[in-house]
């Protein structure tokens, strides 16, 4: 009859939502439980909600759709008269506020939690700009920056997409498991925010400002997160990549870096003893840019309108070296153009205002050596 | 229906001064939120103001924590910036100096303000800078370098929780100045 | 000689009487066609920029557009529909419908509505001819944070700001004319207390209209001066920061959100008792919980910025009165419910639009919800789980709001039913498509997809294919709504004077379509049964 028949309906319903909302608890819909302790109570939390609201809503949505059933006309042709009741609204007031207090306490204890970064072990300075990632290692005074190194063609649809596509970067950043890690971030110009989903770490890089975050990772491999503040043309393509380390395996590394530093900066000193032949520094320099100039000032040097100006036949590839060296070596106010002095080193700098000069039509027939920019820094 | 004619011109006066007095407000929350910012001390901004040198009774306490230093040098700021010492231990109470070191390295005279900021927000407003050369702009000529003084202490209120410190200056270039009409602070530490 | 609404007029050309009357007109209901075309168009247009996003992530990679161009779209879509779409259509609404629900002859202040009017065309081609200016249109989101937008924004930026100026004028001259008009013109023993809920909505939201457009304004006349006058507002480098921005944005912002629903709140309110044939349930509750929504609005801005480095002290104390908000805004869909509850119910279009906006709404304030625990919120901020939540609560939210409304009124405005079984496709289909865009769109973000990216990881390839396709069908469906009110308009069904069985109040007693002067002599409220014509 009516009433069985109604029941087994709402059956039907319950079981399929339940169902439904054991398939959503699938990796690729929900929050991830991380590698730290504070990501993991950040899902259960996640879980709590969802569980709170999927409840909810299959009893009110419930209690909707069998009225829609039960008082439609041609079922119930008299309406009742009814139309308000206090008793009811304080109910219904009252229940909520309970959920919610119900909500609130797991999530105050968690936000305490997270937002204590007293006694680190190892900090991290994260300085965000337009489009990449600096990381700097405050007790050791290692530093790097960090660039997304999927190929433009992958992205133009020329070639199949590597699995990490768009998620991987030439220098990663390294850390060790089983310690408390600080991070501050900053940016050199508009706002950026570093994500990394499965440390349950998001922290907004302001300019002129730092914050703060901490974090203690307890197992190691490859994670990746990206830039979550809108920051302008390539906020798309400044991935997050941070490999974590055993303890003794990070420390190594950090040992290796300090090594890395002094060998790069003897071949820098080798680098400036040479004099370079024009066809080197132009091969060196079209790779150079490549990788950091065409994206704004495109392949063949057009430039984008006003915002990236064009070099192909520009006033600074063809004026004076010294102006030429200036914009790339310390950028310009302002603007998206970065200062290139502390990214890239003396032979790329000088490599690529050889390129720009002699390319996309320029035909100044200059060239520069290293040992000029080292001079002009 | 004039009686109404009135009451509908108050209301529209009342409800054009509402909109005008939003409007101010908004202007207001400008130094609203400085003010807010310096009463609670949760911006991270420690104050412009000069702090006075603590009167020598202050009792120095055993407690210690690590102070960080850190530099940021903005775009087209053609200046080499960074601090002397990356991270001093101080004792809380106790009055200490450390410098950043400035270079111009471009062809022509460069004005430059440092602005600073603490981590976490809550230690900005137990950190009293004596002497800094971020209260006014700096000026070098081309080429010329600058140790530049910072003089600090740390209040004894800091929260206990609170065992290290970070001050950042991010150093910007303050374009169009004459020279002449800057005073430049300038010590040897 | 010319022929207008029935008038003859001398000496006029056909022309000149076409340009007197629609721009010179100080008649609330023409006024009330005026912004709702308006909104219409320029739903078109920012629906049409919604397609070239949704076009170009359909796949992972660059294929349609590039990152310039696509955030140009995503900042113009967002600002288009917000300012553009949403608040003219629920101001067109209210022009219409408030003076016959309070039985007024007009507004208040007629010839400032016109004005209020007249200014946005003007607003949106300054806007919208920023695409084809040198750098192109604002392409720093509709939510402008300095210092992308001050520093780094194009020169189109400052035609930008004067065109939030022009449009922040607009709203608050309406608003103020809304207030003075059901303050004032009120028909005899109509306390407010009886007044209609879709009156009593827009009386709140006029009154967040008038605190909060003004902050708007100081806000991007602050970003001016940062341009180009020499301050420093924003900006650190003058002892300005880029975080006051943020704040003055969002105190402004948070309210805005809330004008962009508690009108669509009223229309499911005048709705469901229609077609349940029974009174709304909790009248006095429903005014309070709307006026707690619209108050508490003012404390929770922070919850945009959990992740900026607040101290844990304004982390708790927003997290605590966002959730807080939920409280209101359940108790409403509790009444709503209990308005069907044993009533006798038929499922024409706009009680289908409005039970869907209840259900849909719901879905969307649940996400919201779960976005208000801060730590949580730290793995959804500035993910698609928050362009999830938004697009819930505001597409089947707010544009179903107006859609059903539109349905439920146009019969009084043009006098012709429109064509019920073209309306009931509609719904289903953009229930439909609305769902198969938006829902994904939580499972992207959870997954870790960011917002206002042209590209991204093949991780999220499938779900975003989906989202385009169900983007594509909506897109289809607002055609057909264009449709069924153009052939309403120009004949079908002839409708009666209460159109709909159950309903009540006075916009029912006059006949349809609404002759173009109304309750010139005050009507008798409330209505006796006899003023319900039913011929």
């Given at each position: 009859m009516t009433s069985i028949k109604s029941m087994l309906q709402k059956g039907l319903t319950f079981s399929l939502l339940l169902g439904f909302t054991r398939v959503a608890f699938a990796a690729a819909m929900d929050v991830r439980p991380g590698v730290t302790e504070m990501s993991r109570e950040i899902q259960d939390l996640h879980h709590l909600s969802l569980s709170i609201v999927v409840v909810i809503g299959i009893l009110v949505f419930g209690i909707m759709f069998y009225s829609i059933y039960a008082h439609r006309r041609s079922k119930n042709p008299k309406p009742a008269d009814f139309h308000e009741s206090t008793a009811v609204e304080i109910v219904w007031t009252l229940i909520p506020v309970l959920i919610l207090i119900s909500l609130a306490v797991p999530a105050t204890r968690t936000l305490i939690e997270i937002e204590d970064n007293s006694d680190p072990d190892l900090s991290i300075l994260i300085t965000g700009s337009q489009w990449k990632w600096h990381y700097q290692y405050l007790d050791s005074n290692i530093g790097f920056y960090s660039n997304l190194t999927t190929a433009q063609a992958e992205r133009d649809?020329?070639?199949?997409?590597?699995?990490?596509?768009?998620?991987?970067?030439?220098?990663?950043?390294?850390?060790?498991?089983?310690?408390?890690?600080?991070?501050?971030?900053?940016?050199?110009?508009?706002?950026?925010?570093?994500?990394?989903?499965?440390?349950?770490?998001?922290?907004?890089?302001?300019?002129?400002?730092?914050?703060?975050?901490?974090?203690?990772?307890?197992?190691?491999?490859?994670?990746?997160?990206?830039?979550?503040?809108?920051?302008?043309?390539?906020?798309?393509?400044?991935?997050?990549?941070?490999?974590?380390?055993?303890?003794?395996?990070?420390?190594?590394w950090l040992e290796d870096q300090r090594l890395a530093i002094e060998l790069a900066s003897g071949q820098a000193v080798a680098d400036r003893a040479k004099t370079w032949a024009m066809a080197e520094l132009m091969e060196i320099g079209e790779g150079v840019y490549v990788d950091h100039c065409a994206t704004c000032h495109e392949l063949d040097g057009a430039g984008q309108g006003s915002t990236y100006p064009a070099l192909a036949g520009g006033e600074i590839p063809n004026g004076p070296m010294e102006a030429h060296m200036d914009r790339v070596l310390n950028g310009a106010a302002d603007t998206e153009m970065q200062a290139w002095a502390p990214q890239l080193s003396d032979l790329e700098i000088a490599s690529v205002i050889t390129y720009e000069r002699n390319s996309f039509g320029n035909e100044t027939a200059d060239l520069v050596q290293p040992i000029t920019i080292f001079e002009a820094r | 229906m004039s009686k109404n004619r009135n009451k509908q011109t108050k209301h529209l006066i009342l409800l054009s001064s509402l909109a005008f007095g939003m409007l101010g407000f908004s202007f207001a929350l400008v130094p609203l939120y400085e003010i807010f910012c310096e009463v609670t001390g949760i911006t991270g901004k420690t104050s412009s103001s000069v702090a006075v040198e603590p009167a020598a009774v202050m009792q120095e306490s055993e407690r210690e924590v690590t102070i960080q230093f850190l530099a940021q040098v903005s775009r087209g700021m053609p200046w080499e910036f960074r601090p002397t010492k990356h991270q001093l231990r101080v004792r809380v109470g106790e009055v200490n100096l450390t410098s950043y070191y400035a270079r111009n390295h471009s062809a022509q005279g460069v004005t430059g303000q440092a602005v600073p900021s603490v981590s976490p927000v809550?230690?900005?407003?137990?950190?009293?800078?004596?002497?800094?050369?971020?209260?006014?702009?700096?000026?070098?000529?081309?080429?010329?370098?600058?140790?530049?003084?910072?003089?600090?202490?740390?209040?004894?209120?800091?929260?206990?929780?609170?065992?290290?410190?970070?001050?950042?200056?991010?150093?910007?270039?303050?374009?169009?100045?004459?020279?002449?009409?800057?005073?430049?602070?300038?010590?040897?530490? | 000689?010319?022929?207008?609404?029935?008038?003859?007029?001398?000496?006029?050309?056909?022309?000149?009487?076409?340009?007197?009357?629609?721009?010179?007109?100080?008649?609330?209901?023409?006024?009330?066609?005026?912004?709702?075309?308006?909104?219409?168009?320029?739903?078109?247009?920012?629906?049409?920029?919604?397609?070239?996003?949704?076009?170009?992530?359909?796949?992972?990679?660059?294929?349609?557009?590039?990152?310039?161009?696509?955030?140009?779209?995503?900042?113009?879509?967002?600002?288009?529909?917000?300012?553009?779409?949403?608040?003219?259509?629920?101001?067109?609404?209210?022009?219409?419908?408030i003076p016959l629900m309070i039985g007024a002859p007009d507004m208040a202040l007629p010839r400032l509505n016109n004005f209020s009017f007249w200014i946005l065309p003007f607003a949106f081609t300054l806007l919208i001819?920023?695409?084809?200016?040198?750098?192109?249109?604002?392409?720093?989101?509709?939510?402008?944070?300095?210092?992308?937008?001050?520093?780094?924004?194009?020169?189109?930026?400052?035609?930008?700001?004067?065109?939030?100026?022009?449009?922040?004028?607009?709203?608050?001259?309406?608003?103020i004319n809304i207030i003075v008009t059901i303050f004032n013109l009120r028909v005899e023993g109509m306390t407010l207390m009886k007044m209609p809920l879709f009156v009593w909505t827009w009386l709140i939201t006029a009154f967040l209209l008038v605190m909060v457009m003004p902050v708007l304004a100081g806000a991007v006349t602050m970003m001016l001066t940062?341009?180009?006058?020499?301050?420093?507002?924003?900006?650190?480098?003058?002892?300005?920061?880029?975080?006051?921005?943020?704040?003055?944005?969002?105190?402004?912002?948070?309210?805005?959100?809330?004008?962009?629903?508690?009108p669509g709140f009223g229309i499911a309110s005048q709705i469901i008792p229609t077609f349940a044939r029974k009174k709304l349930f909790g009248y006095h509750s429903m005014v309070y919980a709307t006026a707690s929504i619209a108050i508490l609005s003012f404390v929770v801005w922070g919850h945009h910025m959990f992740s900026v480095g607040m101290p844990l002290a304004a982390e708790l104390f927003f997290m605590y009165a966002t959730m807080l908000i939920a409280v209101p805004t359940g108790v409403k869909v509790f009444n709503w419910v209990a308005t069907m509850w044993r009533g006798s119910m038929t499922f024409e279009t706009p009680m289908l639009f409005a039970l869907g906006f209840v259900i849909l709404f719901t879905i969307g304030g649940f996400s919201g919800l779960m976005l208000a625990l801060v730590p949580a919120d730290f793995q959804y901020h500035?993910?698609?789980?928050?362009?999830?939540?938004?697009?819930?609560?505001?597409?089947?939210?707010?544009?179903?709001?107006?859609?059903?409304?539109?349905?439920?009124?146009?019969?009084?405005?043009?006098?012709?039913?429109?064509?019920?079984?073209?309306?009931?496709?509609?719904?289903?289909?953009?229930?439909?498509?609305?769902?198969?865009?938006?829902?994904?769109?939580?499972?992207?973000?959870?997954?870790?997809?960011?917002?206002?990216?042209?590209?991204?990881?093949i991780a999220f390839a499938d779900f975003n294919l989906v989202s385009s396709i169900g983007a594509a069908l909506l897109g289809v469906t607002q055609v057909l709504f264009l449709y069924i009110v153009i052939k309403a308009i120009r004949g079908g069904e002839k409708a009666t004077s209460q159109v709909w069985e159950g309903a009540e109040g006075l916009e029912w007693t006059i006949p349809s379509p609404a002759p173009l002067h109304t309750f010139e002599t005050p009507p008798q409220f409330p209505a006796p049964e006899e003023a319900y014509k039913h011929e």
């Open positions: 649809n020329l070639e199949p997409k590597g699995i990490n596509y768009l998620l991987e970067v030439d220098n990663v950043l390294v850390l060790p498991t089983n310690r408390k890690v600080r991070f501050l971030t900053t940016s050199d110009d508009v706002i950026h925010s570093w994500w990394i989903p499965d440390f349950a770490v998001k922290q907004d890089a302001i300019p002129g400002f730092i914050n703060e975050a901490w974090t203690r990772v307890n197992e190691t491999g490859l994670f990746r997160g990206q830039c979550t503040e809108f920051c302008g043309k390539d906020h798309a393509f400044m991935p997050i990549v941070v490999e974590v380390q055993a303890e003794a395996d990070f420390d190594q | 809550n230690a900005s407003r137990y950190l009293h800078k004596i002497e800094c050369f971020c209260f006014t702009e700096q000026y070098l000529e081309a080429g010329e370098n600058q140790q530049m003084a910072v003089r600090f202490y740390i209040d004894e209120e800091l929260p206990e929780e609170i065992n290290t410190l970070t001050l950042s200056y991010s150093l910007f270039n303050v374009p169009g100045l004459e020279p002449s009409s800057l005073a430049f602070v300038s010590h040897q530490p | 000689m010319a022929e207008i609404a029935g008038h003859t007029i001398p000496n006029r050309s056909p022309l000149l009487a076409f340009f007197e009357r629609w721009f010179l007109t100080t008649n609330h209901k023409e006024i009330g066609s005026l912004y709702l075309w308006l909104s219409f168009v320029l739903f078109f247009i920012a629906g049409a920029m919604a397609m070239v996003i949704r076009l170009e992530l359909g796949q992972p990679g660059m294929q349609f557009t590039d990152p310039l161009f696509y955030n140009q779209m995503v900042t113009m879509h967002g600002l288009i529909m917000v300012f553009g779409v949403v608040m003219p259509g629920f101001v067109g609404l209210a022009n219409w419908q001819s920023s695409l084809f200016m040198e750098g192109g249109a604002p392409n720093f989101g509709w939510t402008f944070y300095a210092p992308l937008s001050t520093t780094y924004g194009p020169p189109s930026t400052d035609f930008f700001i004067l065109g939030v100026h022009l449009m922040g004028v607009s709203s608050v001259l309406g608003a940062d341009r180009h006058f020499g301050t420093s507002f924003f900006a650190a480098a003058g002892g300005g920061d880029p975080l006051l921005f943020q704040h003055v944005f969002w105190f402004f912002g948070h309210p805005e959100v809330y004008i962009l629903i508690l500035d993910t698609f789980f928050v362009v999830a939540h938004f697009h819930y609560v505001l597409y089947p939210g707010a544009i179903f709001g107006i859609m059903s409304a539109v349905y439920y009124w146009l019969p009084k405005w043009c006098g012709n039913m429109y064509d019920e079984r073209l309306g009931k496709i509609h719904f289903w289909t953009a229930v439909i498509a609305v769902n198969m865009t938006f829902f994904p769109m939580h499972f992207v973000g959870l997954a870790g997809m960011p917002r206002r990216i042209v590209d991204y990881s």
